[in-house]
């Protein structure tokens, strides 16, 4: 059973029967629909992302599901960037790679080049974990897998933030409070605060080229869920209790439909969706020891997607036809009441397709922590035609996080979100998901030698 059919569940699904074979047989518990977060709002007849929007260049496992599946990746249609202070923008990005350059080099001198070493140092490291999944090898913690490619330092990343470890390396105080607080701003919805691992993946799909699939990145869910032939039971998974049979873990998944309550048994379960106490009322029983409740807790993060007219004068641009921008980040200040907006384009893109000037009506995302009132969507924009709001809670409250969560409850148990406590992205879950799909094939064959290995570059080395 797979409990969740978000990235996480549908990538689960697919590895595993990669591993286990086509005879395994798979059933997939969703409530909500198939794509979790990975959801789009319709205006106008058209179709936006409303969340997981972007997608890392080098996110490999993310690459081969566009592939296996035939899905093409979105036309690219360019725009600049700004960041606002709530006064001023700190910084504007030009047409010029050059100019940029040297603007980042005369507000910050060198510390974006500082930076950008820190970041690929990280991801770097992190590249090593697809050779490790190619061969085989799998991690039984978060901390063996970060231990695997970074050694302890990478263990360390989740313990402190990202503003001490670019202080360290010579980023000034200035350029951290301007630029990257602005990036974590956009994508966690937090400060920097967030531990150093969750802010270096974070910065590095801000440097990086990014893409996104045509038609939406929940495709890609659906798809490896028609892929697998997994079979999706549309139910609400309650709470799990322990069986034994003939000396084997025995798995009865109890649940809630729109038929009413019910039970199934299986051989090993994976969960995919968050065990915390403020996000699932999941009930274990009968383990022994009983399964711990998950410390922490989640950041709510609202998302609006309006159609209307962007009031430029309220950044400093009276006449809107001058202004440059499709995407605004903003720095940590106390009267700011949004943490980032663009103006979007639709999933599927013609090559007909223009971006509208700023003087039209387009169709902007802004994110925030709370719902924006009447008030503060009259000061972003001048009128609008409509708001479509989300309520998440999408992101851990990085800063509350003491210890990373298990991967393994119980013998045939496993649990694949608590990778979001290491960093929250695509590709981290759809590398989660390849590790508990190798984990549960390893545990089941008792091929220990393919677990928690040390000196995996060594060893990776010497097979090829």
Request: aromatic letters at 12%; hydrophobic letters at 40%.
């Given at each position: 059973?797979?409990?969740?059919?978000g990235?996480?569940?549908?990538?689960?699904?697919?590895?595993?029967q990669?591993?286990?074979g086509?005879?395994?047989?798979?059933?997939?518990?969703?409530?909500?629909?198939?794509g979790?977060?990975?959801?789009?709002?319709?205006?106008?007849?058209?179709?936006?992302?409303?969340?997981?929007?972007?997608?890392h260049?080098?996110?490999?496992?993310?690459?081969?599901?566009?592939?296996?599946?035939?899905?093409?990746?979105?036309?690219?249609?360019?725009?600049?960037?700004?960041?606002?202070?709530?006064?001023?923008?700190v910084?504007?990005?030009?047409?010029?790679y050059?100019?940029?350059?040297?603007?980042?080099?005369?507000?910050?001198?060198i510390?974006?080049?500082?930076l950008?070493?820190?970041?690929?140092?990280?991801?770097?490291k992190?590249?090593?974990?697809y050779?490790?999944q190619?061969?085989?090898?799998?991690?039984s913690?978060?901390?063996?897998?970060l231990?695997?490619?970074?050694?302890?330092?990478?263990?360390?990343?989740?313990q402190?933030?990202?503003?001490?470890?670019?202080?360290?390396?010579?980023?000034?105080?200035?350029?951290?409070?301007?630029?990257i607080?602005?990036v974590?701003?956009?994508s966690?919805?937090?400060s920097?605060?967030?531990?150093?691992?969750?802010?270096?993946?974070?910065?590095a799909?801000?440097q990086?080229?990014?893409?996104?699939?045509e038609?939406?990145?929940?495709?890609?869910?659906?798809?490896?869920?028609?892929?697998?032939?997994?079979n999706?039971?549309?139910?609400?998974?309650t709470g799990?209790?322990?069986?034994?049979?003939?000396g084997?873990?025995?798995?009865?998944?109890?649940?809630?439909?729109?038929?009413?309550?019910?039970s199934?048994?299986?051989?090993?379960?994976?969960?995919?969706?968050?065990?915390?106490?403020?996000?699932?009322?999941?009930?274990?029983?009968?383990?022994?020891?009983?399964?711990?409740?998950?410390?922490?807790?989640?950041?709510?993060?609202?998302?609006?997607?309006?159609?209307?007219?962007?009031?430029?004068?309220?950044?400093?641009?009276?006449?809107?036809k001058?202004?440059?921008?499709?995407?605004?980040?903003?720095?940590?200040?106390?009267?700011?009441?949004?943490n980032?907006?663009?103006?979007?384009?639709?999933?599927?893109?013609?090559?007909?397709?223009?971006?509208?000037?700023p003087?039209?009506?387009a169709?902007?995302?802004?994110?925030?922590?709370?719902?924006?009132?009447?008030?503060q969507?009259?000061?972003?924009?001048?009128?609008?035609y409509?708001?479509?709001?989300?309520e998440?809670q999408?992101?851990p409250?990085?800063?509350?996080?003491?210890?990373?969560?298990?991967?393994?409850?119980?013998?045939?148990?496993?649990?694949?979100s608590?990778?979001?406590w290491?960093?929250?992205?695509?590709?981290m879950i759809?590398?989660?998901?390849?590790?508990?799909?190798?984990?549960?094939y390893?545990?089941?064959?008792?091929?220990?030698?393919?677990?928690?290995?040390?000196d995996?570059?060594?060893?990776?080395?010497?097979?090829?």
């Amino acid at each position: 059973a797979v409990v969740g059919a978000g990235l996480g569940g549908s990538a689960a699904a697919y590895f595993l029967q990669q591993h286990f074979g086509p005879q395994v047989q798979l059933d997939v518990y969703e409530a909500a629909g198939v794509g979790g977060r990975l959801a789009t709002v319709t205006v106008n007849k058209q179709q936006y992302e409303s969340r997981g929007a972007s997608i890392h260049a080098l996110s490999l496992h993310m690459q081969d599901f566009v592939k296996i599946l035939g899905l093409k990746h979105r036309r690219e249609v360019a725009g600049k960037s700004a960041i606002f202070s709530g006064e001023h923008f700190v910084l504007e990005e030009t047409d010029w790679y050059l100019l940029n350059l040297f603007r980042l080099w005369w507000h910050y001198g060198i510390s974006f080049l500082r930076l950008q070493m820190w970041v690929e140092e990280v991801m770097e490291k992190f590249m090593r974990i697809y050779k490790y999944q190619a061969h085989g090898y799998a991690f039984s913690s978060l901390e063996e897998l970060l231990r695997s490619l970074g050694g302890d330092a990478f263990v360390n990343m989740t313990q402190r933030s990202v503003a001490e470890s670019l202080l360290e390396v010579g980023v000034t105080q200035r350029f951290v409070d301007d630029v990257i607080a602005a990036v974590l701003r956009s994508s966690y919805g937090q400060s920097v605060l967030v531990p150093a691992f969750a802010g270096a993946m974070s910065l590095a799909g801000a440097q990086g080229s990014t893409w996104a699939v045509e038609g939406g990145n929940k495709l890609v869910c659906s798809g490896l869920l028609k892929l697998t032939k997994a079979n999706v039971i549309p139910a609400r998974v309650t709470g799990i209790s322990l069986h034994s049979s003939e000396g084997r873990a025995l798995y009865q998944v109890h649940y809630e439909s729109s038929e009413g309550q019910g039970s199934a048994f299986y051989d090993m379960v994976v969960v995919t969706t968050p065990l915390h106490p403020s996000r699932s009322n999941f009930t274990f029983e009968n383990f022994e020891p009983p399964i711990a409740d998950f410390p922490g807790a989640f950041q709510p993060s609202v998302t609006s997607v309006v159609h209307g007219y962007l009031n430029s004068s309220y950044f400093g641009f009276p006449d809107p036809k001058l202004f440059p921008f499709t995407s605004i980040l903003t720095t940590d200040t106390p009267d700011l009441f949004f943490n980032a907006m663009d103006n979007i384009c639709p999933v599927n893109i013609s090559s007909a397709f223009r971006r509208k000037q700023p003087q039209e009506a387009a169709v902007w995302r802004v994110l925030s922590q709370l719902p924006l009132d009447k008030h503060q969507l009259k000061t972003l924009f001048r009128s609008y035609y409509s708001v479509q709001v989300t309520e998440w809670q999408t992101y851990p409250r990085y800063d509350a996080a003491k210890s990373l969560p298990p991967i393994v409850l119980h013998e045939n148990l496993f649990y694949l979100s608590g990778v979001e406590w290491v960093a929250s992205s695509m590709e981290m879950i759809a590398v989660a998901a390849k590790n508990v799909a190798l984990l549960a094939y390893n545990r089941w064959h008792q091929d220990l030698e393919k677990i928690d290995q040390k000196d995996l570059m060594h060893k990776v080395k010497t097979e090829l």
